[in-house]
């Protein structure tokens, strides 16, 4: 359903207070390929600033890129403008991680739930109301609700309207940027369960961004880590998180406390030397090679390319 082929967001650096000039590109998203299928979760993970956001926001054209390629079935959305673009922002929504930041605080929770319907025309006036009530009942929300405003309600409530909005115009596919990062663990696993029951009755595709691999392995049908804008490792979920071949995932992997039934405490969760670098200063190389632990000398000078293993694999590594 979704292709991406070779996205690119650059974003240009430039000096001066008069003649304002380029002097160099951050390179938020580079070179990033992928696709997802129908009824399929693609999760994306990687540190806070990594182009994770970007590249949702990118694929619905929400940002328009530099350079790349996004096709829903076979319409490339980089080459729609206006009103072709808008026609299509019904088939493909987002669910923001802020939940009560994303919902306006004027507007009750009927009228907010109602906003796309009006926007795109799809029903008559007279049938909203009952269109309303059932995506309410679909997230797991009373009637009651309806008439309630943002902050009046908590922010396991507050995401799930802002599912039942996305859900208004029927979606193709969903962008979920973080949806569960802002909330308590207990209600981060109804929001997911929410996700996973909708995709099942709907076949709803999502592109699920997340810093937690945790999460991801619960819901996502394939995983792909991101690393300073590139895709460093992509597979199956299961295969990934049993055997990760970039070094990076195995960090992430570990970076997550495990309860030990043994000993009934948390084991103390691995973390990364050094700090992530500037998307100003890309290091030379392998992009990973001064947090690496196998890095070669190869990995500071030739920049590795994207491989095939398994026929189900992709791993950006020069050790693999």
Known sequence: MIRVKALCKYYPVTRGIIFRRNVASLKAVDNVSFYIRKGETLGLVGE?????????????????????DVFLDDVNLCQ??????????????IVFQNPLGSLDPRMPVDRIIQEPLAVHNLLPRIKRSERVAGLLQLVGLESSFLARYPHELSGGQCQRVAIARTLAVNPDFV?????????????????????????????IAYLFISHDLAVLRHISHRIAVMYLGKIVELAPTEELCQKPLHPYTQALLDAIPVLNPKEGAYQQAVSLMGDVPSLFSIPAGCSFHPRCPIAMDMCRRIVPGLKTVDDRRLVRCHNV
């Open 48 to 68: 806070s600033g990594c182009g994770k956001t970007t590249v949702g926001r990118t694929i619905l054209q929400l940002i328009r890129p530099t350079s790349g």
């Open 80 to 93: 729609l403008k206006n009103q072709d673009l808008r026609q299509m922002r019904r088939r493909m929504q």
């Open 175 to 203: 962008v979920c940027d973080e949806p569960v990062s802002a909330l308590d663990v207990s209600i981060q696993a109804q929001i997911v369960n929410v996700f996973k029951e909708l995709q099942e009755m709907l076949s």
